[in-house]
């Protein structure tokens, strides 16, 4: 064992469990145990809590002997080094760099909804990740007559999808709509009677705000008190990280919320579906960036790649109701049931405010009761986890290239056209990475995710904008894969691009047959069920350019010349020219030709005007070097100049799959 992090996760748990055993804490264990560990709950304002931490830092003051022994009966050789620092670590117990001023944190972190102590350090990366999720959330869909609630349940990144205001679920038949969010239901006594309600707490167990932009792939929260301030200085007016203004573009803050629990109106449910506006695909994920001084990024280059991990980001999945959120407010509601006239009370129950309406039927009722001081507001739906990250980008890119995938309103519209084929590529390396790494580590690929890429700035003094490729670990505080992929890139890289084994993953995708029969992505290299939303996008050939990139800073896609030498740009001059044919012969073109191999399209009066197919990673805004595509955008320059005519630049990417769109955008009539 020689990860650092995964170490003192288990340090951690055995120095707490020897100071509740010593100690004889007495704990009080809520509702349910745990799986990650007995150590009581939180309590109402931590009250529990801080009885238990003033007997851990009595403990660990005062058995410092035991403290080293138990150090010694678990470090690994690997980690022996650093034995006294791992020491200090558990001896502080007053700085923000000590366990149990780390464990405070944890504990008041409201974003991890839990009352349970060793759930919540678990999920804060204090102790170590035991047994199935513990963010599983319930949809409250019917009370029983022995008054136990009636419920579906999801992990939260599932749920804010699944159980969003509107959406309906089948359960035994029935089809039950989901109108909003509640505290859990608990049993109770009022009065002596025995009842059913919901918990005394907010429908909602973290409030954060959020700014999204698209210009630049900018995410990041904020607190309440944090948002409040940089508005007043307007920081919000465009986007922090690129300045954008344009509101199709640049998100403001908007509301981002966590439900404690989902519910329906506790019908028996209908019989059909109704139909429904609510769009309810999965969420991307962001990755947000922490900045902890204490836990710097492990950034390194290997070949031309800029590798970073880390182990201390955020990453959120966020509906935003295809941004039209979720518009709604806090009710009470009185729900009654054939067994129970007087009806059930629920209280601070968060309601779309299309679907807080009085029903009655079958014996079954909902009544909406206003709550004064609630007011309507519009939200977001969030999941997060802290878990390890890993960023890969070009350390450099050759001036021939453009690899910017966010492009501006104001560009040519040739260049928005060839961001979307960048764009192929970036997400297509991506989705190679995960496929690659899952086969090497013969895991399921959807253990390692794909976030939202970003934008990042060369560093080269040319002005010119790339993007970040990052992947991150499914389960939360991380399994160690995409670490695995940061500490072996070297070979993963080389093995992408001259596989070893003809038989496997990288090697079938190498093949010939595979070459001969995919022109973009197929279920044999790229596309699974799982990111059916990125199939158009997806080009195994762009994917592997892309990756040829990070391996050799003067890598230039074929812009000078040289075709032959690399797979996955050795037949493009032929598959561009057959594009061209198929264009020419859908639109009316019949004056083809080529200039050094370059397909070519001529049109107009005398043919006076060029449409030039290219690929979609070469840069002919700001042709820099003199080679074979400066030289035939020069002669064709020399020509149209003579003719009086104008040349029409098109991709091969977009080429490919909207030919209709390139005639209408593309090509200047």
Not at 12 to 17: C, D, P, Q
Not at 186 to 201: D, S
Not at 364 to 382: C, G, K, P, T
Request: net charge negative; charged share 25%.
């Amino acid at each position: 064992m020689n990860q650092e992090r995964i170490f003192k996760r288990l340090l951690a748990k055995e120095i707490l469990r020897k100071a509740y055993i010593y100690e004889a804490i007495e704990i009080n264990t809520g509702e349910k145990s745990s799986v990650h560990g007995e150590f009581g709950s939180i309590g109402d304002a931590q009250v529990n809590w801080r009885s238990y931490k003033s007997q851990i830092i009595h403990w660990i003051t005062n058995n410092q002997q035991e403290i080293e022994e138990t150090m010694d009966a678990l470090i690994s050789t690997q980690l022996h080094p650093k034995r006294s620092e791992f020491i200090n670590w558990i001896l502080d117990t007053t700085s923000s760099n000590g366990l149990v001023e780390k464990a405070q944190g944890v504990i008041n972190n409201e974003e991890i909804a839990t009352n349970d102590v060793s759930e919540k350090l678990a999920e804060g990366g204090i102790l170590p990740m035991f047994g199935m999720p513990t963010t599983i959330r319930n949809l409250y869909h019917g009370i029983s007559k022995n008054l136990e609630p009636l419920s579906i349940d999801r992990a939260q990144s599932m749920a804010i999808y699944e159980f969003a205001p509107g959406s309906q679920k089948t359960k035994d038949k029935a089809i039950h709509q989901v109108i909003g969010f509640t505290s859990d239901l608990i049993n109770t006594r009022i009065n002596g009677i025995e009842t059913l309600t919901n918990a005394r707490k907010p429908p909602f167990s973290m409030n954060r705000w959020f700014v999204r932009c698209r210009a630049c792939g900018f995410f990041e929260t904020y607190s309440e008190g944090t948002k409040t301030d940089l508005e007043d200085q307007n920081q919000f007016d465009s986007c922090p990280n690129c300045g954008e203004i344009n509101p199709d573009r640049y998100q403001s803050p908007v509301k981002l919320k966590a439900p404690r629990a989902y519910r329906t109106n506790l019908s028996s449910g209908s019989d059909s579906k109704d139909d429904s506006e609510f769009i309810l695909s999965r969420p991307p994920i962001f990755a947000e960036k922490i900045n902890d001084p204490a836990n710097p990024d492990q950034p390194k280059i290997v070949n031309n790649a800029d590798l970073t991990i880390s182990d201390k980001d955020v990453t959120w999945r966020v509906n935003t109701n295809s941004d039209r959120y979720f518009n709604g407010k806090l009710f009470n509601t009185i729900n009654r049931f054939p067994f129970n006239s007087a009806g059930l009370r629920f209280n601070e129950q968060w309601l779309l405010n299309d679907l807080a309406v009085n029903a009655e039927g079958n014996d079954y009722s909902i009544s909406i009761q206003q709550i004064n001081q609630s007011f309507d507001e519009r939200i977001a739906l969030a999941s997060n986890k802290k878990t390890e990250i890993f960023r890969i980008a070009p350390a450099t890119v050759s001036l021939e290239l453009d690899l910017n995938m966010f492009s501006r309103v104001t560009e040519l519209p040739h260049i928005k056209a060839q961001s979307n084929g960048v764009r192929s590529a970036y997400y297509s390396a991506a989705f190679l990475l995960q496929r690659i790494l899952a086969d090497k580590l013969d895991v399921d690929p959807t253990e390692i995710e794909i976030a939202d890429i970003a934008m990042k700035n060369l560093d080269d003094g040319t002005d010119r904008r790339i993007a970040e490729i990052i992947l991150t670990d499914e389960l939360p505080n991380g399994s160690g894969f995409v670490r695995y992929l940061f500490e072996n890139f070297q070979s993963i890289l080389s093995e992408t691009l001259v596989p070893s084994d003809p038989n496997n993953y990288l090697g079938k995708i190498h093949s010939l047959t595979h070459q001969n029969l995919c022109k973009d992505a197929c279920y044999d290299c790229l596309k699974v069920y799982r990111n059916m939303n990125y199939h158009s996008l997806l080009d195994w050939r762009l994917g592997l350019s892309m990756m040829r990139v990070m391996n050799d800073a003067s890598y230039v896609c074929g812009s000078d010349g040289n075709f032959q030498q690399f797979i996955e740009i050795e037949e493009w001059r032929e598959f561009a020219k057959m594009l061209r044919n198929s264009f020419a012969q859908s639109f009316g073109f019949t004056n083809l030709s080529e200039i050094n191999g370059l397909p070519l399209i001529k049109y107009g009066r005398n043919q006076k005007n060029v449409i030039m197919i290219v690929h979609p990673f070469w840069d002919l805004r700001n042709i820099r070097q003199a080679n074979w595509l400066a030289e035939i955008k020069s002669d064709i320059d020399a020509y149209t100049a003579s003719s009086g005519g104008t040349i029409s630049i098109i991709d091969t990417f977009n080429l490919h799959r909207r030919p209709g769109w390139c005639y209408e955008k593309l090509v200047i009539r």
